[in-house]
């Protein structure tokens, strides 16, 4: 008489890796809430793309061809402080969306910030991170746009992907390339903020 076959093994239970989140390849970030982008460098879990430039691979093997290399966007980080005193005036403009209506009971006088630090932050106000330049206006994300100083010390703009985007002079800004500024260029961002960059 042959031997019962020995019943099927039961499939072998998740890992503790396996139900934790997918991590960032650029900056070990945890994602959140399997969302599109890493709250820390925006790198794009759908698409693969980064705003980082990527590390460098081995060389490919006579046996396979190596794949051609992703598109990315390469940002030149800010070396020291900025040559010129600069400020950027923030202004409250209803006009720039006329569908939505604004909270016009409160006052809302002109800001100004310095632009005294290499790097400098805009989003939203109370958001995390901390933003440098904080924008009171909804339509801003928490991490919405940077001005980065060049090795010359001219200010440049680097928008982060933000969902309602940037204009910098009317024209939009493209996510992860960086944008050279002047004295009076004007920045519209989220639903009501104009932003004016000027040199003393």
């Not at 400020?87 to 209803?94: E, M, N, Q, R, S």
């Not at 006329?98 to 805009?122: C, G, H, K, N, Q």
Request: hydrophobic residues 40%; negative net charge.
């Amino acid at each position: 008489m042959r031997p019962a076959a020995a019943p099927p093994a039961p499939p072998p239970p998740a890992s503790a890796a396996s139900l934790s989140p997918m991590l960032c390849p650029n900056c070990g970030t945890p994602r959140d809430n399997n969302g599109r982008f890493c709250g820390v460098c925006r790198y794009n879990f759908e698409t693969g793309q980064s705003f980082a430039p990527p590390s460098a691979s081995p060389a490919p093997t006579a046996e396979a061809a190596a794949p051609p290399p992703e598109a990315t966007v390469e940002i030149a980080p800010a070396v020291g402080a900025p040559q010129t005193a600069w400020t950027v005036l923030i202004d409250f403009d209803p006009t720039i969306d006329p569908v939505a209506t604004p909270d016009i009971s409160r006052p809302r006088p002109r800001l100004t910030f310095p632009l005294d630090l290499p790097e400098l932050l805009i989003g939203r106000a109370g958001a995390k991170g901390h933003p440098e330049i904080p924008i009171e206006d909804e339509g801003v994300s928490s991490r919405h746009a940077k001005i980065i100083f060049s090795a010359a010390g001219d200010p440049t703009l680097l928008e982060l992907g933000s969902t309602n985007g940037t204009r910098v002079n009317g024209d939009a800004a493209t996510p992860g390339l960086a944008l050279a500024l002047k004295s009076g260029d004007q920045i519209v961002l989220g639903r009501w903020t104009r932003m004016t960059i000027m040199a003393k």
